[in-house]
């Protein structure tokens, strides 16, 4: 099984670019998630969805954008990098809506300069 | 205050010790708690689920105590593999609020 899968796993970008970090599951996992950890900081929720075609805010949401047109992807969008988005990445899932055991992807380090 | 507390520590014990960690949590409304094992540069992974009644999986034993609200994690007889960061985390409706985790460093 291949879980949860992100890409890339690092990214250098210049201050103004726009990418999208990966994120694709095989578990037929309903939530989904997007957290950003940085140091002496707990992993923060960026966005989530609890079904395809539902996204929501977390509690970092500006910066980004997320959609979810399938049950397996979903995707983050960084539209304008900033400096202040240096940070490791984590997309996470779950099969329950309680959110009681989530599968984290193996992370992107994104630098922004 | 932080929603979730936990001393970053490191903690530096020797193989076959005996460490406890504490997390502290403000929301008495929080339903569930977990502790999340993170290693090096790697993503967090469920460790164990934390109950009312309390709970134990080999070496390790979780408790809750909502009247204090905290959560401990103990490990028995160390191994040098223990070394990681634990991270607490506490459940309200569907949000994770995520600990900045404790440091644990098991040496020989």
């Known amino acids: 099984n291949a879980g949860v899968t992100q890409t890339p796993k690092f990214q250098v970008l210049k201050t103004g670019q726009s990418m999208t970090l990966q994120c694709a599951q095989d578990m037929n996992h309903e939530y989904m998630s997007w957290y950003r950890q940085d140091p002496g900081m707990g992993l923060r929720l960026i966005h989530y969805s609890v079904g395809a075609g539902i996204t929501d805010q977390g509690e970092v949401p500006n910066g980004y954008n997320v959609s979810r047109s399938t049950t397996e992807d979903f995707p983050l969008r960084l539209l304008s990098a900033a400096p202040s988005q240096t940070s490791v990445y984590f997309c996470?899932?779950?099969?329950?809506?309680?959110?009681?055991?989530?599968?984290f992807g193996s992370g992107t380090q994104l630098s922004v300069l | 205050r932080k929603e979730v507390e936990q001393d970053p520590g490191p903690f530096n014990v020797p193989e076959g010790a005996t460490v406890a960690f504490n997390c502290t949590y403000s929301?008495?409304?929080?339903?569930?708690f977990f502790w999340y094992r993170q290693d090096c540069r790697k993503e967090p992974k469920l460790l164990m689920s934390v109950y009312s009644s309390g709970n134990e999986d080999g070496r390790f034993t979780a408790q809750l105590n909502r009247a204090s609200q905290y959560i401990s994690l103990l490990i028995r007889d160390s191994k040098l593999s223990d070394s990681a960061t634990y991270l607490c985390v506490v459940r309200n409706a569907s949000k994770l609020t995520f600990g900045t985790g404790t440091r644990l460093q098991v040496t020989l």
């Open positions: 996470a899932s779950s099969d329950s809506a309680g959110v009681d055991k989530l599968f």
């Open positions: 929301n008495s409304a929080s339903q569930s």
